[in-house]
């Protein structure tokens, strides 16, 4: 089992990779495309700005590598941001993987709920369907940390509300993405990132 | 629903905890790793670690100390305490910490919390106020662990420090610290309610309706204490069974 980190300019990497550690998987964190290729699994962490990120990602070719991946890939937070269409943060068109795009909390539906944006934080993930949530209840609680979010659409395998209902978690083919922060989600997120290495 | 967080804080010295603790079910109620992660397991929704160590030589121990947390425990935790630049960040966040929390450092340079969030994005920069209400009913910033007054009122600097990017306030009231008589809930409730980011309200929480008031009046996202978790006057289970039964959104 050969698990790769892809090292770019993300906050997170550390965190995920000690993550690992704590449930007993090595991980390798490269940028190296021949060993992201070998990997049998592969996550896409991040923390950071989406145009910063997209700019870093295509000045390595690290973004076209990234959509012709073909093993599991896992993308976390802003992973998960970068995988969908188009980002409203700061105009930017992502990867495409998902259809989905990702928008900006409305701030006058935000200021009318009395809601502070980026939501920080413990909120519940429901409707949950994929193999990545076995054996969770619907409603488990993961530690969210984000101002913009993915909207719901057919690669919807998970859901949360904040403001609105929205994707905590995509899937299509072998591309996974989580809203939220597994890496520090508790007992539930070592239960979604072992789903993942047993997909 | 997004709950209300609660945070138990560990004051650390040279890479100790500080307060005498006393549990039975962990070997070493001295070693921050070992308690934070029996709070971790008890249900707290994150950690706070303040060094307070006097000397700059043994800072290294911090980042070790923080190391070790972020290979242990799987909830997010702060780290606060002597941070003075763009350099200290770095390293506590390439040793695990989620966030860090700057007080005097930044009040005296406020310009290091525009360079703090521009570089690690806001999320990670909690901004910590000490603060004292004087007689004249207004609430003035303190500095240097509360020897320091200013000028400058709590409610002003903090607008300011959210401008230039503080992510998450931790407001301090001298006044209640220590008194376990309740929440500063006026100067708590005007920051949760002026400030588009989140307030954790810390000192003076001694009783469990406390935390229920400082919810529900002053409307603070978090609540922070130490003394009463670790001398297990409240356990943070039956807090959060308490909070829930009370309407109050918590993680259980």
Known sequence: ???????????????????????????????????????????????????TAMNYLKERGLD????????????????????CANSEENDTPCLGIFDENVKK???????????????????????????LFFDLKENSYCYFVHGYYAAKGEHTIATTDYVL????????????????????????????LKNFIKL | MLTKRIIPCLDIRDGRTVKGVN???????????????????????????????????????????VNRISHHINIPFTVGGGISSVDDVSILLQNGADKISVNTSAFKNAQLIHQLAKEFGSQCVVLAIDTKQESDGEWYVYLNGGRVKTDTKCVDWAKQAVDLGAGEILLTSMNHDGTKQGFALDITATLAEQLPVPVIASGGGGTMEHFVDVFEIAKADAALAASIFHFKEIGI????????EKGIIVRI
């Not at chain 1, 992201?36 to 989406?50: N, Q, T």
Request: hydrophobic share 45%; charged share 20%.
């Open chain 1, 1 to 51: 089992m050969k698990l790769v980190i892809i090292k770019y300019n993300a906050g997170n990497i550390q965190s995920v990779l000690y993550a690992l550690e704590r449930i007993g998987v090595e991980a390798i964190v490269t940028d190296d495309e021949a060993l992201i290729r070998s990997a049998d699994k592969v996550i896409f962490p991040g923390v950071g700005e989406a145009s």
């Open chain 1, 64 to 83: 076209v590598l990234i959509r012709s991946l073909t093993q599991p890939v896992l993308g976390i937070c802003l992973g998960m941001q970068l995988m």
């Open chain 1, 105 to 131: 909390f409305n701030p006058d539906a935000q200021i009318q709920q009395h809601l502070k944006v980026p939501q920080i934080g413990w909120n519940t993930i429901g409707e949950l369907k994929s193999p």
């Open chain 1, 165 to 192: 209902p929205y994707s905590a978690a995509l899937h299509k083919n072998n591309f996974y993405g989580v809203q939220f922060h597994p890496e520090k989600s508790a007992a539930v997120g070592e239960q979604i």
């Open chain 2, 23 to 65: 549990f039975e079910n962990i070997r070493d109620a001295g070693d921050p790793v070992e308690l934070g992660a029996l709070y971790a397991a008890q249900g707290a929704d994150e950690l706070v670690f303040l060094d307070i160590t006097a000397t700059v030589e043994k800072r290294k121990t911090l980042s070790e100390l």
């Open chain 2, 237 to 244: 289970p039956e807090l959060k069974h308490y909070l829930n």
